[in-house]
């Protein structure tokens, strides 16, 4: 935790900040072994990097993770059918799709291995007998893998709706990954690359990757090359330079609007109906993504609440500015983490937003006695500020103009 604290004469502003978030951005956790044993506990590690709960099927939530194991995928579905593009966001809804190079009868298809149960060859054995053998599972019975391509793009939604989303992190399992063919690149929503690794090797074993990023950047989408080949019948894996790779287990963050709204506390990108209790110092939310009441204590008599997307999850954040101390007291919705400052005095008025363009909200105030805006920057972790004169005593600041 970092101190920081200056005497700002011109403003005659206290600033003392406690900062929590590091500076640092891709947390990324890798394993590659014989057997499922050898990558569990770097699964394990990923998965509490995202958050403990697993959010399972449709519904937005405020944070957590999401998982995908194929094995709940219905035999209709699975080999030798297609698994529809979309089945993970329309029959199973858990916020992704996928697109292959391969644009099979007009709709992206992809492959789910058959069970024993089925009588079809399990691990893609259907296709080609030397995959049963080459293949293991890290959860029994079911693998993935795209129809006709070796590389698949994920693109996220708010699960079970058709509105864009971005995530905090994204996980794999890799099944034969035998050289550098196999990589794993994550894109930001401008298109940007954030991050990218190819994977570890482990021939006829299991690898493992799992990104996620700490400093509120989001991953539009993922984009997958598995070995150099696609799965057909008589490409064997180690003949003629052939490297084919399936897949198991996607582990990945809560799905949340592409963009942040005002009052949207679940993250589906929409404003929920809040309420701040000042006797109690409890705030009422209903979740316009699932529409359950939600109960946060964070606050006291004579707080001004306000609400902001201060870590960068396009989720809001239970915030509020207390005039007796000018202290502001946020609740992370990423983690559930507080950020506490100091910033501002009795007096002044509460007018979040992100004035410094980075996609955080920022702490500031808007001082009645002499019109001056007064801005952190979140783009600096709320350490430094600028201000101006604009308006003057009498005026309403438009932002926050409900305090
Ligand atoms: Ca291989
Ligand atoms: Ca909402
Ligand atoms: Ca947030
Ligand atoms: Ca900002």
């Known amino acids: 935790m970092i101190y920081l604290a200056r005497t700002l004469t011109f403003f005659v502003l206290t600033l003392i900040f406690f900062q929590n978030s590091a500076s640092a951005s891709a947390l990324i956790r890798v394993a590659a072994g014989a057997n499922a044993a050898a990558i569990q506990s770097a699964v394990d590690q990923f998965r509490t990097d995202l958050g403990g709960a697993n959010?399972?099927?449709?519904?937005?939530?405020?944070?957590?993770?999401?998982?995908?194991?194929?094995?709940?995928?219905?035999?209709?579905?699975?080999?030798?059918?297609?698994?529809?593009?979309n089945f993970f966001n329309v029959n199973s809804p858990r916020g992704v799709i996928f697109h292959s190079v391969a644009n099979i009868g007009g709709n992206h298809q992809f492959r789910v291995s058959a069970t024993t149960a089925s009588g079809t060859a399990v691990r893609f054995g259907n296709l080609d007998p030397s995959y049963s053998i080459i293949f293991q599972t890290f959860s029994p019975e079911r693998l993935f893998?795209?129809?006709?391509?070796?590389?698949?793009?994920?693109?996220?939604?708010?699960?079970?709706?058709?509105?864009?989303?971005?995530?905090?992190?994204?996980?794999?399992?890799?099944?034969?990954?035998?050289?550098?063919?196999?990589?794993?690149?994550?894109?930001?929503?401008?298109?940007?690359?954030?991050?990218?690794?190819?994977?570890?090797?482990?021939?006829?074993?299991?690898?493992?990757?799992?990104?996620?990023?700490?400093?509120?950047?989001?991953?539009?989408?993922?984009?997958?090359?598995?070995?150099?080949?696609?799965?057909?019948?008589?490409?064997?894996?180690?003949?003629?330079?052939?490297?084919?790779?399936?897949?198991?287990?996607?582990?990945?963050?809560?799905?949340?609007?592409?963009?942040?709204?005002?009052?949207?506390?679940?993250?589906?990108?929409?404003?929920?109906?809040?309420?701040?209790r000042p006797a109690t110092g409890q705030w009422f939310?209903?979740?316009?993504?699932?529409?359950?009441?939600?109960?946060v204590q964070w606050g006291q008599n004579g707080d001004i609440p306000v609400d902001g997307d201060f870590d960068g999850d396009r989720v809001a954040d239970q915030a509020i500015f207390r005039p007796s101390d000018g202290s502001w007291w946020i609740h992370k919705s990423s983690d559930a983490g507080a950020i506490i400052t100091t910033f501002g005095?009795?007096?002044?008025?509460?007018?979040?937003?992100?004035?410094?363009?980075?996609g955080k909200s920022d702490i500031a105030v808007w001082r009645p006695s002499n019109g001056n805006f007064l801005i952190t920057r979140s783009s600096e972790n709320f350490a430094t500020f600028f201000g101006f004169p604009f308006g003057q005593n009498g005026d309403i600041p438009v932002q926050g103009a409900a305090q």
């Open 55 to 85: 959010n399972g099927v449709g519904g937005a939530f405020s944070n957590g993770r999401r998982e995908i194991n194929w094995d709940g995928v219905p035999d209709s579905f699975a080999e030798p059918n297609a698994l529809p593009f």
């Open 145 to 276: 893998q795209a129809r006709f391509a070796n590389e698949i793009e994920i693109i996220f939604f708010v699960p079970g709706t058709t509105r864009p989303a971005t995530v905090s992190g994204f996980g794999a399992v890799f099944c034969d990954v035998d050289s550098s063919n196999t990589f794993i690149e994550y894109y930001a929503p401008d298109g940007s690359k954030i991050s990218g690794s190819s994977l570890n090797v482990a021939s006829n074993g299991l690898s493992f990757i799992g990104t996620s990023f700490t400093a509120g950047e989001r991953v539009a989408k993922v984009i997958i090359r598995l070995g150099n080949s696609n799965l057909q019948a008589g490409n064997v894996d180690g003949t003629n330079s052939v490297d084919v790779v399936a897949m198991d287990d996607f582990i990945y963050g809560e799905p949340h609007a592409m963009e942040f709204h005002t009052g949207d506390f679940d993250g589906d990108g929409f404003t929920d109906s809040n309420i701040f």
């Open 285 to 295: 939310t209903i979740n316009s993504g699932s529409n359950t009441l939600r109960i």
């Open 345 to 358: 005095t009795a007096g002044d008025k509460p007018i979040v937003g992100d004035y410094d363009k980075d």
